[in-house]
């Protein structure tokens, strides 16, 4: 059992940056692939991230360039830091935990945070 907590999440200007943290329970951490979601008003739940067991990092074309997936294994912490954010990154951010290794797709994760709201104003 993963239990999930995000805390960074707040309202930043256009062009500004945050940094997510995902951290997580458990002695288990090191064997799950961490992946980041987010759901804007609206729209479906999407895929942003996730970085593999291995440390391994994917990113979804819309943030591709301008977020950055790490984790800190010791400290049971996954992070994104998100630069130059746009009006449209405005959502929920999720963080989720696969042990299946990196995945874009939801359903393939088997423990889910709550979420951080990230506001982006123009």
């Known amino acids: 059992q993963v239990q999930l907590g995000e805390s960074g999440g707040g309202f930043v200007q256009a062009g500004g940056s945050l940094r997510l943290s995902c951290a997580a329970s458990?002695?288990?951490?090191?064997?799950?692939?961490i992946g980041w979601f987010r759901q804007a008003p609206g729209k479906e739940r999407e895929f942003v991230a996730y970085?593999?067991?291995?440390?391994?990092?994917y990113y979804a074309d819309p943030v591709k360039g301008r977020f950055t997936i790490s984790r800190d294994n010791a400290k049971n912490t996954a992070y994104l830091q998100m630069n130059s954010l746009k009006p449209e990154d405005t959502a929920v951010y999720s963080c989720?935990?696969?042990?299946?290794?990196?995945?874009?797709?939801?359903?393939?994760?088997?423990?889910w945070g709550q979420g951080t709201q990230v506001t982006v104003s123009s």
């Open positions: 458990g002695r288990t951490f090191s064997s799950y692939a």
């Open positions: 989720a935990a696969s042990s299946r290794g990196g995945r874009v797709r939801q359903y393939e994760y088997d423990y």
């Open positions: 970085i593999t067991q291995s440390g391994s990092a």
